[in-house]
């Protein structure tokens, strides 16, 4: 069973601050998702990466995909109140016919003005 | 553009009731369509998905059934709910076997059982 660890689960900060929240695999991966969540609403996508090693900016958010594959991060520079959500990693092995994503459990973040 | 609705956004039901909740997306055609369940705002677990009409792979076995009626619509029912059902439902299409599989979601729908 191929599983994705996002840590810290729970991140309290105050407006202003960096952070760097994690997901992890032991499981090579052919892309790699991120999706922000807010209370009682369905997820929504934020970023794709694909290539090892591949770093992609939106706005203060930064994406890195592992070298390998197997692991990614998501850094928030100047964290603002609406940051606050559920971030969500989701991860796809193989090619196109593979119909399913793997997620992980999340990281909540609250993000204090 | 294309969009995804579900309904209804919320329901309360007694045990042993029954269940119904519907996914209808437009703007596109031959979508894969997805139902998710979220326990306590964490992570989804992957219930059922559908690549076409009357096509519908099951990934946990339990008490609830999904159907593909028609190319945009999906349904998650169950006969007889339990507590157990109790959650957040989410919808999700994507266009076909995308090769890196990004999910379009819908509002959700939160269930209770008492």
């Known amino acids: 069973t191929q599983l994705l660890e996002q840590s810290p689960q729970f991140l309290s900060i105050q407006e202003g601050e960096n952070l760097t929240v994690y997901c992890n695999s032991s499981s090579v991966f052919s892309s790699l998702q991120w999706y922000r969540q807010e209370p009682g609403e369905g997820p929504v996508l934020l970023v794709t990466?694909?290539?090892?090693?591949e770093v992609k900016k939106l706005k203060r958010l930064t994406f890195q995909f592992g070298d390998a594959r197997k692991d990614s991060s998501l850094h928030i520079t100047a964290a603002q109140p609406g940051d606050t959500g559920l971030y969500l990693c989701a991860a796809k092995r193989g090619g196109g016919s593979n119909y399913k994503l793997t997620f992980g459990k999340g990281t909540l973040l609250t993000v204090n003005p | 553009s294309q969009t995804i609705h579900q309904w209804p956004a919320t329901l309360v039901q007694p045990v042993g009731s029954p269940l119904s909740l519907e996914c209808t997306v437009e703007g596109t055609s031959n979508p894969n369509l997805y139902w998710y369940r979220q326990a306590a705002g964490r992570g989804l677990q992957l219930l059922f998905y559908s690549v076409g009409i009357g096509q519908i792979s099951s990934e946990v076995p339990q008490n609830l059934s999904a159907s593909r009626p028609q190319d945009r619509q999906f349904i998650l029912s169950s006969k007889k709910l339990l507590l157990s059902d109790s959650g957040f439902y989410l919808c999700?299409?994507?266009?076909?076997?995308?090769?890196?599989?990004?999910?379009?979601f819908g509002e959700g729908s939160r269930l209770t059982v008492l």
């Open positions: 990466v694909v290539t090892g090693g």
């Open positions: 999700a299409w994507r266009p076909g076997p995308t090769a890196t599989g990004e999910l379009f």
